[in-house]
């Protein structure tokens, strides 16, 4: 459906004025806007075609109009116009990067952080998928007789640490050997490729591998068991407060309840990766039921463009302020992928 420029004014200044007040717009708001040399009774006119053709919609009678899903999406699409950063924006989220470390989980976590405080919303970021990762050295700690701690050490400076329980008493001597024998074999294999070379060892050495070194084997498969589980970092819950949307207890717990459903959430943010290399903008009902549908999500990948190591966002109420919104997570997307170049 086409819409006439004045159609296309009116709802771009309703939009964008519901997103500054949180309130429904009505046609004397409209008018006051500057640029727009219509009479508020005109304005009632266009805004009621609006309503009609299903771009607004109307709380009560007397109320004015709020945008709704449909004309979200068309000022996504066609109508929005990216705003300057703020001064000293990129530069704060630049050094808040770099002072982060070398540690990738806090170099991710500090990324979460910074989104979140700079655009007052909640940020998510999904760590790299380990299962594609590196394996560069396996080390194994005695905690104390039956407990042992499994290390291994990343491609790229990631560690992974698990906790294996063990019945044969092992002693740190035998632990250390265990460590030189598995790096020999599994050293720069995937952690899928790790697994599938110890079932193959084995499988075929049979009775001739040594007793030690099919212990060492065993534990290493417990502690590979759950290693390559991805972590999701949420960040700047307390900013849902702020929000008007969830002024509302009912709204403010279905949000709190989606942050939690790990799995959904992670399913949600990896079409970012599968369907854009760009920056992704899902409405609440075009997500459903993966986000509450009054909210959306602001997302897009970080790392190599041919091979994203992750996804960094936010979600927040649909009146987000994506003008102001969408740079800042480009920004600090293309910051995160700069430094995990360093690291990968």
Same mark, same amino acid.
């Given at each position: 459906?086409?819409?006439?420029?004045?159609?296309?004014?009116?709802?771009?200044?309703?939009?964008?004025?519901?997103?500054?007040?949180?309130? $429904?717009?009505?046609?004397?708001?409209? !008018?006051?806007?500057?640029?727009?040399?219509?009479?508020?009774?005109?304005?009632?006119?266009?805004?009621?075609?609006?309503?009609?053709?299903?771009?607004?919609?109307?709380?009560?009678? !007397?109320?004015?109009?709020?945008?709704?899903?449909?004309?979200?999406?068309?000022?996504?699409?066609?109508?929005?116009?990216?705003?300057?950063?703020?001064?000293?924006?990129?530069?704060?989220?630049?050094?808040?990067?770099?002072?982060?470390?070398?540690?990738?989980?806090?170099?991710?976590?500090?990324?979460?952080?910074?989104?979140?405080?700079?655009?007052?919303?909640?940020?998510?970021?999904?760590? $790299?998928?380990?299962?594609?990762?590196?394996?560069?050295?396996?080390?194994?700690?005695?905690?104390?007789?039956?407990?042992?701690?499994?290390?291994?050490?990343?491609?790229?400076?990631?560690?992974?640490?698990? %906790?294996?329980?063990?019945?044969?008493?092992?002693?740190?001597?035998?632990?250390?050997?265990?460590?030189?024998?598995?790096?020999?074999?599994?050293?720069?294999?995937?952690?899928?490729?790790?697994?599938?070379?110890?079932?193959?060892?084995?499988?075929?050495?049979?009775?001739?591998?040594?007793?030690?070194?099919?212990?060492?084997?065993?534990?290493?498969?417990?502690?590979?068991?759950?290693?390559?589980?991805?972590? %999701?970092?949420?960040?700047?819950?307390?900013?849902?407060?702020?929000?008007?949307?969830?002024?509302?207890?009912?709204?403010?717990?279905?949000?709190?309840?989606?942050?939690?459903?790990?799995?959904?959430?992670?399913?949600?943010?990896?079409?970012?990766?599968?369907?854009?290399?760009?920056?992704?903008?899902?409405?609440? $009902?075009?997500?459903?039921?993966?986000?509450?549908?009054?909210?959306?999500?602001?997302?897009?990948?970080?790392?190599?463009?041919?091979?994203?190591?992750?996804?960094?966002?936010?979600?927040?109420?649909?009146?987000?302020?994506?003008?102001?919104?969408?740079?800042?997570?480009?920004?600090?997307?293309?910051?995160?992928?700069?430094?995990?170049?360093?690291?990968?």
């Amino acid at each position: 459906m086409q819409l006439t420029f004045r159609e296309i004014e009116i709802l771009t200044a309703i939009v964008e004025d519901y997103i500054a007040s949180a309130q $429904p717009v009505g046609s004397r708001t409209v !008018s006051k806007r500057g640029g727009l040399r219509l009479s508020p009774a005109s304005i009632r006119n266009t805004m009621s075609d609006l309503t009609d053709q299903g771009f607004l919609d109307q709380p009560h009678t !007397s109320a004015g109009r709020v945008p709704t899903v449909r004309a979200f999406r068309l000022y996504l699409d066609e109508l929005m116009l990216i705003k300057p950063l703020a001064p000293g924006v990129g530069r704060l989220i630049g050094e808040s990067l770099r002072g982060a470390g070398l540690d990738i989980d806090d170099l991710l976590r500090q990324a979460a952080k910074i989104l979140s405080g700079v655009c007052r919303q909640v940020s998510m970021v999904i760590a $790299p998928d380990q299962k594609h990762v590196r394996l560069r050295r396996v080390d194994f700690a005695l905690i104390k007789p039956g407990l042992v701690m499994a290390v291994l050490i990343l491609q790229g400076g990631m560690v992974v640490k698990q %906790l294996v329980e063990d019945s044969k008493g092992l002693t740190q001597d035998e632990l250390t050997a265990f460590g030189n024998y598995l790096n020999d074999l599994l050293r720069d294999a995937t952690l899928g490729e790790a697994r599938s070379r110890i079932v193959l060892e084995l499988r075929q050495a049979g009775r001739e591998l040594s007793e030690l070194c099919r212990r060492a084997l065993l534990l290493a498969g417990s502690a590979l068991q759950h290693a390559d589980e991805r972590e %999701l970092i949420v960040g700047g819950r307390d900013n849902i407060v702020i929000q008007p949307e969830f002024a509302d207890i009912e709204a403010m717990r279905e949000l709190l309840t989606a942050l939690e459903e790990r799995d959904r959430l992670l399913t949600l943010l990896d079409k970012t990766v599968e369907e854009a290399q760009h920056i992704v903008v899902r409405l609440g $009902p075009e997500a459903a039921p993966d986000i509450p549908g009054d909210c959306s999500l602001v997302s897009t990948p970080y790392g190599p463009k041919d091979h994203p190591l992750g996804v960094i966002g936010l979600i927040g109420p649909m009146r987000m302020d994506y003008a102001q919104v969408v740079p800042v997570v480009d920004l600090t997307a293309r910051l995160l992928s700069g430094a995990m170049a360093k690291r990968f």
